[in-house]
């Protein structure tokens, strides 16, 4: 009797210290309407894994808030369940029978007592129906409103919004009519190259690039059944192509009484199939006035589908910087580091808090941008293959990525030395996050710190990323989305650390691969 007395006096005291810490931090950064302190969450689920989920917990607990982690069977020993106060398994390996599971997740979250959701990436974080359930249920979904993810879910009827909002889109086809006949009059119309988009893309699929009318009819064939396969739904648009472009995003936030601000821009033109694999922020060599109109052209995006919470609107800019909506990501992204770190900010803070009732805790007038950040991700992957970037799984026998310095090296993962790399789940290691005063010195600092990332026991990305973090052209900031894909550093040399070199830290061989482009 005596120590079940103890054990709850302890729990209460414990409640209270976290009541204390979030009504100090509360009252220093977030008021509603009428001054009054809005109160955190106690309990949050997090339905995710890995990285995101680590990094959502990490926040959580400085916040005083209990996490419950989600897990398959095949991460019944990972990072982010160690971490969580509590766990439950949902189901085995294969995402659609745990990760993808929405009755289990709630499930979960209402046994446990958790009063908000946070999705993450990827798996149910940009998923309509799942927002939904969460309110049906009475659990906060921490993101967008239901209708703000549907509107800018559908490429074709986000493009149609965004043109009534004045905002620039891609030429393009974007109609009801789908018959092979109409694609390809209005493909013909617009004349080659074109770009056949899955209307419910993402993440890369459902892209293809058609250079001439002969190839046309294959490639729709080809994206309409990738489409089916991966979103259900196998409809398409069509948009000129632009050469040689970049992909700029820029990262907003809204809340739940109408304020929306930007937090500047990121340039993520470096990407392997369509995803991306080295974003910075700012992006570089962007004239003062094109960074004012597309800091405003995002702001108008969110406001047009009354957004709340963190999201991404992404455009292209041709040669002349001309720049193109395409497309809103209604979630929190995976290089949203970089934003933190020119911005002093934490955006899972923001998330959490403005989810729970709060206003922004700034006015656009507030921030200000210092120094220059980069984000390279560091996968479990096989460069050497030439452009498939095969995923490399096995076991991490060895893995000391180089020391974390507050404010300027930071690395977000969720595996450690041990872990496993499994062919379930996407294969990245970690995400290796540098800031300094200007652009050349964080580069500088990027490219010292991959030397000093070591890993055996799997291939790795690692060589790759530091090959191209020197190129003459990405140190210029001369990039495009085609960078990798068109052959400027294709002759990369990957390390194929786990199947030649067993547990050799890395540093021990970097001269071998480590030599200018």
């Known amino acids: 009797m005596a120590a079940v007395k103890l054990l709850l006096v302890g729990g209460l005291r414990r409640h209270a210290h976290r009541r204390v810490v979030q009504r100090l931090y509360w009252g220093r950064h977030f008021s509603n309407t009428v001054g009054e302190n809005v109160p955190l969450f106690e309990k949050i689920l997090v339905a995710n894994r890995g990285e995101i989920a680590c990094r959502v917990m990490r926040t959580s607990h400085k916040l005083g808030i209990r996490t419950v982690a989600v897990y398959s069977e ?154 089916l396969k991966s979103f259900g739904d196998e409809k398409v648009l069509l948009e000129k192509f632009v050469s040689k472009p970049r992909h700029v995003e820029v990262q907003i936030f809204a809340d739940k009484h109408g304020n929306t601000i930007h937090l500047f821009e990121r340039d993520c033109s470096v990407q392997r199939r369509h995803q991306k694999i080295i974003e910075e922020a700012p992006a570089p060599d962007l004239r003062p006035e094109v960074r004012e109109k597309i800091w405003s052209a995002a702001v108008r995006a969110a406001q047009a589908v009354g957004y709340v919470g963190a999201g991404t609107v992404e455009f292209i800019l041709d040669a002349e910087q001309n720049f193109y909506f395409m497309e809103m990501n209604t979630r929190l992204q995976v290089e949203h580091p970089v934003t933190e770190m020119i911005t002093g900010t934490d955006l899972v803070d923001w998330q959490i808090r403005v989810a729970a009732g709060a206003k922004l805790p700034v006015n656009q007038s507030d921030l200000r941008l210092r120094g220059h950040a980069f984000e390279a991700r560091i996968y479990a992957e096989n460069p ?107 002759g990369v040399v990957s390390i194929e650390v786990g199947v030649v070199l067993g547990v050799v830290p890395l540093r021990w061989v970097w001269s071998w691969v480590w030599s200018p482009v």
């Open 74 to 227: 095949a991460d019944r020993n990972a990072m982010h369940v160690a971490m969580a106060d509590e766990a439950r398994c949902i189901g085995p390996p294969p995402s659609g029978e745990s990760y993808l599971r929405q009755d289990r997740i709630v499930e979960v979250a209402k046994a446990t007592g958790a009063q908000a959701i946070h999705p993450g990436y990827g798996f149910l974080s940009e998923n309509k129906g799942f927002a939904e359930l969460c309110q049906r249920e009475g659990l906060e979904f921490i993101g967008p409103p239901p209708t703000a993810i549907e509107k800018m879910g559908t490429k074709r009827v986000s493009k149609q919004i965004m043109s009534q909002s004045s905002v620039p889109i891609v030429p393009g086809y974007f109609g009801e009519d789908q018959t092979d006949q109409r694609l390809t009059a209005e493909a013909n119309s617009m004349g080659f190259p074109v770009m056949i988009k899955a209307d419910l893309g993402g993440g890369g699929k459902g892209m293809r690039i058609v250079h001439s009318p002969s190839d046309f009819q294959s490639s729709l064939d080809s994206c309409r059944s990738e489409a």
């Open 384 to 490: 050497i293959s030439g452009t498939d970037f095969l995923p490399s799984p096995g076991l991490l026998h060895y893995l000391v990525p180089p020391p974390e310095v507050s404010g300027s090296i930071r690395i977000d993962t969720g595996v450690r030395q041990g872990d496993q790399v499994t062919t379930f789940y996407d294969p990245m290691i970690a995400k290796l996050v540098v800031w300094a005063g200007d652009r050349r010195s964080a580069l500088k600092r990027l490219v010292d710190s991959l030397k000093q990332y070591q890993v055996a026991g799997v291939s790795t990305n690692v060589g790759f990323l530091g090959r191209l973090a020197s190129h003459q052209s990405f140190q210029e900031g001369d990039v495009h989305t085609g960078f990798i894909e068109v052959g400027v550093v294709l």
